[in-house]
């Protein structure tokens, strides 16, 4: 089971990114999937999830109304359109998978499936 992130990168206050997490050896379908991100200095937090068995959406306050999460069946794959950058967005992005697709708990603690992260620098 694997997960890969991608579309990080170094933009300025304001851009845009899209990042991508792709699975491999198991769907999508069955699993919820978190992005989190963590800072230098600072805690790895839940900021966006898509629980496919109810069809909602989670956002922390933080990234709410800025960043879209979205998943593409066919690919496998689940996207975070993130607008609006802020300095503050700069963090390793991570997805992470649990195999549970009704519910989005935010501690880490919750998912056994972990990508390498991608790099997102914002620079005011």
């Known amino acids: 089971l694997q997960l890969v992130e991608s579309g990080g990168g170094s933009v300025p206050s304001g851009d845009s990114l899209r990042l991508s997490c792709v699975a491999s050896g198991f769907s999508l379908d069955y699993y919820g999937v978190m992005w989190f991100r963590q800072a230098p200095g600072r805690e790895r937090e839940g900021i966006s999830c898509?629980?496919?068995?109810?069809?909602?959406?989670f956002y922390a306050d933080s990234v709410k109304g800025r960043f879209t999460i979205s998943k593409d069946r066919a690919k496998n794959t689940v996207y975070l359109q993130m607008n609006s950058l802020k300095t503050d967005d700069t963090a390793v992005y991570y997805c992470?998978?649990?195999?549970?697709?009704?519910?989005?708990?935010?501690?880490?603690?919750?998912?056994?499936?972990w990508g390498q992260g991608t790099q997102v620098t914002v620079s005011s």
């Open positions: 898509f629980a496919i068995g109810t069809g909602q959406s």
């Open positions: 992470a998978a649990r195999s549970d697709r009704y519910s989005c708990p935010t501690k880490r603690q919750y998912y056994n499936h």
